[in-house]
């Protein structure tokens, strides 16, 4: 297990590439001014044991230097114990709906999006629970497991988008199925959340939502969309909208939110039903109710000893920034012999 104790620090990285064009920046207008103050002929006698290739070695050397040394204070750290660490709360599992019929923009900017921003809402004040995430389309794949690595789970969250599921349809009873399975032993208490907009659902799915209540599993559901229904916008692939899904017939396509199948759903599940809009967060109102189950106590495995690991890139700097101060920018015979082997005019500018 690798990390870094004090990651802040690495935005100072981006000093290297600031720093790079303020050097070619300042190399252009020396240049520049050498030729206001004395043609070609006159610079080479006046900097004859001046040696551009060094000064550039000297400043490639510095460049190399700040970036260890800021990884160096970034503090890279090595786990090297993995022990079970006791812990209490819930399990969840949120079932995301990436069909295509989620991209409609009546709940902004759309549903996927949406959806997408309220998980993470509800992962950043997550303490202890375990959250699983299982995307579903035409058909359903665990995006990730049951974890409270809530940073992890962030991560894959941010790569969610429509492709994840390439075949089409809402296969709710499966998604739902598969969360059951995915559930582990533990003794805790366990719920499901849905968030879709139901419509084309497909397989039985009373059977799947029986499977989940004979195990005492709590199915939430939110609904996203307009039940009047709404068209779904395409895209070019740099993000212009160039129309909208239209039928075989060359129909424009209306998603429209299914509330019966939602609200029956939530019902047989021992859950609730909430609508989704653009204002309220609705996984938040889910939590809060989640909040009241008892919490059990589970084992995780976690990483508890970190060994420092700074001075892997601290000795390196040490060693370049000496180098760089005993080189000097006077023109050296080697280089000298270097630029004539190369086809380079031996007096540098």
Do not use: C
Not at 235 to 240: H, I, P, V
Not at 268 to 287: A, F
Not at 315 to 326: D, R, T, V
Request: avoid cysteine; aromatic fraction near 10%.
């Amino acid at each position: 297990m690798f990390r870094f104790a004090n990651p802040e620090y690495l935005i100072a990285l981006w000093l290297i590439p600031i720093l790079i064009a303020l050097y070619i920046l300042y190399n252009r207008n020396r240049k520049r001014l050498l030729e206001r103050f004395a043609d070609k002929e006159l610079q080479k006698f006046i900097m004859y044991s001046f040696s551009s290739i060094k000064s550039k070695i000297k400043f490639g050397l510095i460049l190399i230097v700040l970036a260890l040394l800021i990884m160096a204070f970034s503090n890279p750290q090595v786990g090297t114990k993995m022990q079970e660490v006791k812990q209490t709360g819930i399990d969840v599992y949120i079932l995301l709906d990436v069909s295509r019929s989620m991209q409609a923009e009546d709940i902004k900017p759309n549903r996927l999006e949406k959806a997408k921003y309220q998980i993470s809402n509800l992962i950043q004040k997550l303490r202890g629970d375990r959250i699983g995430l299982i995307v579903f389309s035409g058909e359903a794949y665990i995006q990730f497991p049951l974890t409270t690595d809530y940073s992890a789970a962030n991560l894959f969250l941010n790569a969610v988008d429509f492709n994840s599921v390439p075949q089409p349809g809402t296969a709710i009873a499966l998604a739902i199925n598969m969360a059951v399975q995915s559930f582990d032993s533990a003794a805790t208490d366990k719920a499901i959340i849905i968030i879709t907009d139901g419509e084309d659902h497909e397989g039985d799915i009373d059977a799947a939502v029986e499977k989940a209540t004979d195990k005492e599993i709590k199915i939430y559901t939110i609904g996203l969309g307009s039940p009047d229904g709404v068209p779904i916008p395409v895209y070019d692939n740099r993000g212009n909208n160039v129309g909208f899904r239209q039928d075989n017939s060359r129909q424009t396509v209306l998603t429209k939110l299914n509330e019966t199948i939602l609200k029956e759903i939530a019902n047989d599940g021992d859950g609730k039903y909430y609508r989704g809009n653009n204002y309220e967060d609705y996984l938040d109102k889910i939590y809060s109710d989640l909040s009241t189950l008892e919490q059990a106590e589970f084992g995780v495995k976690k990483v508890t000893d970190y060994e420092d690991r700074f001075y892997y890139f601290l000795i390196p700097a040490i060693i370049l920034l000496l180098i760089e101060i005993f080189i000097t920018d006077k023109r050296s015979p080697f280089f000298t012999r270097l630029n004539k082997k190369l086809g380079i005019e031996a007096e540098e500018k």
